[in-house]
């Protein structure tokens, strides 16, 4: 029985809400700021939103772009593409790159930022990001939906074959996440989250016997 408390709908006919939640309850989520090289050797860079990470060995990260973008185009070119992480410092130029700039023009220019080589990958890096992943393309899906219709968003997975990063961000072997302040991408169309170290608890996994 229906009490009031809870707000329903099928998203297939809409949510009837100001702003789709949708993005804002699976959040906040990571920044996929993807870099890539076309064929013609012309950089592009541009964050996504729907990023993560989906396995551990092989490490394998992963985006959806809604649309076949430079991006997307350039990955399937290449088989190669380099991942960087946004941080409350970078968050201003991580959101310039995201201009819908014709093919030709260079992201890294538009946004102030500096492209540092790869390398084992053509795809050049941002070098004001703190962690970037080199990576090989292993996987580009067209999503579908239940009824077997073609969606226009394309999942592309990565194998992560090179890392970098900042020896600052590193203590005692460990890697310090919130040190790095990365910024993620939150509910309403303009919101994001900063991770800092105040926010951060701990516990342990608990065994078979707890």
């Not at 190669?80 to 968050?91: I, P, Q, V």
């Not at 201003?92 to 102030?112: G, H, I, K, T, V």
Request: glycine share 8%; aromatic share 10%; with cysteine.
């Amino acid at each position: 029985m229906d009490d009031g408390r809870w707000h329903f709908y099928e998203p297939e006919h809409g949510h009837g809400l100001a702003h789709d939640p949708f993005n804002a309850i699976i959040g906040p989520r990571p920044i996929g700021w993807i870099s890539s090289l076309s064929a013609d050797g012309v950089p592009n860079l541009a964050p996504y939103s729907f990023f993560n990470a989906f396995n551990y060995r092989p490490p394998i990260i992963g985006f959806a772009s809604i649309g076949w973008k430079d991006t997307v185009a350039n990955i399937a070119a290449t088989g190669s593409f380099a991942w960087n992480l946004a941080t409350r410092t970078l968050a201003e130029p991580m959101n310039r790159s995201c201009a819908p700039l014709p093919p030709e023009r260079d992201e890294f220019a538009f946004a102030d930022l500096t492209s540092a080589p790869s390398r084992l990958i053509a795809a050049p890096r941002v070098a004001e990001s703190p962690v970037s992943f080199e990576c090989m393309l292993t996987q580009m899906i067209q999503l579908e939906g239940r009824d077997g219709t073609k969606a226009e968003t394309w999942l592309v997975l990565g194998e992560v074959v090179g890392v970098h990063i900042d020896r600052a961000l590193l203590e005692d072997g460990v890697y310090q996440t919130a040190r790095a302040e990365p910024i993620l991408r939150a509910g309403g169309p303009t919101s994001y989250f900063a991770i800092s170290p105040e926010n951060e608890f701990h516990m342990t996994r608990p065994t078979a016997t707890a």
